[in-house]
């Protein structure tokens, strides 16, 4: 049963231009997200993230909104550059128990083209 | 400084062998990791490792899957009686106490069972 959804498989987006990467949940234990990047060969190394009580956050080129009430969140990545192009993963943590783990989706493979 | 390090690379078995994955976190950090990338998948959580406590298991598949880790270090991750749809990429990550939202992954170990 995927908490995590990401629905999108693949996007691609002109270099300079808005990279937009979709993510839905279903658990609404969950109360801080992130968003990590991985290249091909390597591990996925952490981008941004941002936790349940606030609904925007913001590190350069990258913002992370939450919406609670859809279980929607979305990174946004303005202005997209070539060497953006990786997979993104959307992940989830409750908080609870297993403090620590996530949750992740699938992916979506972005290419930025020039 | 180092980041978390994992051996081998790539592990290519015979179906039925059992087989060990080996995990180096980053100095200090007390939680780790252990997660699974089927093709096509997101990142599947196997275990779960926080200081001394008694681990997170409930992630791993079956019985033949086992992990410890030593000294609150090194982790090794064990597969029994291999099967084919054990072929996957193994990831380690490793976290620490003040941020174990943030984890931080090695290159994974790509096994492939023939």
């Known amino acids: 049963d995927q908490q995590v959804k990401q629905n999108s498989p693949s996007l691609s987006v002109q270099e300079g231009r808005i990279s937009i990467l979709n993510c839905d949940y279903t658990n609404s234990m969950f109360d801080y997200f992130l968003w990590y990047k991985k290249y091909p060969a390597e591990g996925p190394t952490f981008l941004i993230s941002?936790?349940?009580?606030?609904d925007k956050n913001e590190d350069g080129r990258f913002t992370v909104f939450l919406n609670k009430s859809a279980k929607h969140l979305s990174l946004h990545i303005v202005p997209s550059q070539p060497g953006d192009s990786a997979v993104y993963f959307c992940a989830a943590n409750d908080g609870g128990s297993t403090l620590g783990r996530l949750y992740f989706g699938r992916g979506t493979q972005l290419t930025v083209w020039p | 400084g180092a980041g978390v390090s994992q051996s081998p690379s790539n592990k290519v078995t015979e179906k039925g062998k059992d087989v060990e994955l080996r995990c180096d976190p980053i100095s200090g950090h007390t939680a780790l990791y252990w997660y699974r990338q089927s093709l096509g998948q997101g990142l599947e959580f196997l275990i779960y490792?926080?200081?001394?406590?008694?681990?997170?298991k409930s992630g791993l598949p079956s019985d033949r899957f086992s992990a410890e880790r030593t000294g609150g270090s090194v982790s090794t991750l064990t597969i029994q009686r291999t099967q084919q749809e054990d072929s996957a990429v193994y990831l380690c990550?490793?976290?620490?106490?003040?941020?174990?939202?943030?984890?931080?992954f090695g290159p994974g170990t790509r096994l492939t069972v023939t």
């Open positions: 990550a490793s976290s620490s106490q003040q941020a174990s939202y943030e984890q931080y």
């Open positions: 941002i936790s349940s009580i606030k």
């Open positions: 490792f926080q200081g001394n406590s008694a681990p997170d």
